[in-house]
């Protein structure tokens, strides 16, 4: 296959993951890199395109190869782009634009009109360093849920960048005139069955992160309460079995709190069920400040919810009840200019060497908030302390002291 037709396949490529992802963000508009990867691939047609009319007609001034050269740059810039916008960074198009210009600019130097060499020098650093920059803001989020769908984006993005280090490494060695199947026709006809493979390669790598991404958001909306944002019994179940094993196996204290809203059910009935939410809402958003951020937050109820924490004392955890107590106490619900005020109960416990199932453990936790509630509400109670069952008085301190 000559190098024209690939050129033209090429081109053909890119339009195809242009209209790929302007179909998936048509799909899913919240996937804003979809219009990055678009834009990146727009221009690389546009740059394809370029380049199959001018080795049809078998002329190449220089207005026209550094047009070429320009938008092939700004595709490589526009996928670096749909990546920064993948991961909540600002695309930077300005620079895009600002390395696009002086692209067109340098070709109007002498020596690099006048000699291929100097611009392929000129050129292929940056299409690296924007291949190796994609790949590494990739490389650096290594979480195991993005990590499948990253990778054949972060091979493709160096394999690219290694394949334009060696094409101007043989250029160099050989002073631009490589000999033989080196030479003119094999570059051109390499580079264009280069460009084929990434822009095919491309389309499906964006598509994966894209459709992986959709796949995390489902998960966890099936996972969070919609109304507080905290996370739904059905996570619960899979954090607590996790974290109770792993406590189970190394020693370490395990611990629920579990807290509702005292009088909730007029709050309801008088004001109404808006108001209600927003109660649930207040109280959950002061909960969040005063809890440390990698604690498990549940809702388990309408006006119940659930805090597991692990790793820590079993005073602190009492302290971190209270603390929790009072932040309510102290921050009462503004409606309408007038001030609401609300109070909650708190049931601690922990896991104990004899408990088989987490469940246990938030049962206990739900009896010692039962305690509160029928001691006087607005006030913590410690399953152990508080409320023992069964000669557990020192429950609390089995585990975790």
Same mark, same amino acid.
């Given at each position: ?99 696009? @210009? ?98 095919s390669l491309a389309a499906m790598c964006c598509a994966l992160i894209v459709s992986h991404q959709q796949t995390l958001a489902l998960r966890r ?39 509702? #809203? ?68 102290? @921050? ?47 006030? #913590? ?12 008085a020192t429950r609390l301190q089995a585990v975790g002291a």
């Amino acid at each position: 296959m000559d190098a024209f037709t690939l050129i033209v396949a090429a081109a053909l490529a890119a339009l195809t993951m242009a209209a790929s992802m302007g179909l998936l963000y048509l799909a899913s508009a919240r996937q804003a890199c979809l219009v990055d990867w678009t834009a990146a691939a727009a221009l690389f047609a546009l740059s394809n395109a370029l380049a199959a009319i001018g080795l049809h007609q078998q002329t190449n001034p220089i207005v026209f190869i550094a047009c070429v050269n320009a938008l092939h740059i700004g595709g490589h810039f526009g996928m670096l782009a749909g990546v920064r916008r993948h991961l909540h960074l600002a695309p930077g198009w300005r620079w895009g634009v600002i390395l696009m @210009a002086g692209l067109l600019a340098a070709h109007g130097l002498l020596v690099v009109r006048e000699a291929p060499l100097y611009r392929l020098v000129l050129f292929t650093p940056f299409v690296g360093a924007l291949n190796l920059g994609a790949a590494w803001l990739l490389w650096r989020r290594r979480e195991r849920e993005v990590c499948a769908a990253h990778t054949p984006l972060i091979v493709l993005q160096v394999l690219s960048a290694l394949q334009q280090v060696a094409r101007v490494t043989i250029m160099l060695a050989y002073d631009g005139r490589p000999p033989g199947f080196l030479g003119g026709d094999f570059f051109r006809t390499s580079g264009a069955l280069a460009m084929l493979v990434y822009l095919s390669l491309a389309a499906m790598c964006c598509a994966l992160i894209v459709s992986h991404q959709q796949t995390l958001a489902l998960r966890r909306a099936s996972l969070t309460d919609v109304l507080t944002g905290w996370l739904n019994r059905r996570a619960l179940h899979d954090i607590a079995m996790r974290d109770f094993r792993r406590c189970r196996r190394t020693g370490a204290g395990m611990f629920f709190i579990t807290f509702d #809203v005292d009088h909730f059910k007029p709050i309801n009935d008088r004001y109404g069920h808006g108001v209600g939410d927003a109660a649930i809402c207040h109280v959950t958003a002061l909960s969040a400040r005063v809890l440390r951020g990698y604690d498990a937050l549940f809702r388990i109820g309408g006006e119940e919810f659930a805090v597991l924490v692990v790793g820590e004392h079993a005073d602190n955890v009492c302290v971190m009840a209270e603390r929790l107590r009072e932040a309510v106490v102290a @921050a009462p619900l503004i409606l309408d200019g007038k001030a609401l005020s609300m109070t909650i109960s708190v049931g601690v416990a922990a896991l104990d060497a004899h408990d088989h199932k987490w469940e246990e453990i938030l049962r206990r936790a739900d009896e010692a908030l039962y305690h509160a509630k029928q001691n006087g509400r607005n006030r #913590v109670s410690v399953h152990g302390r508080d409320v023992a069952g069964r000669g557990q008085a020192t429950r609390l301190q089995a585990v975790g002291a």
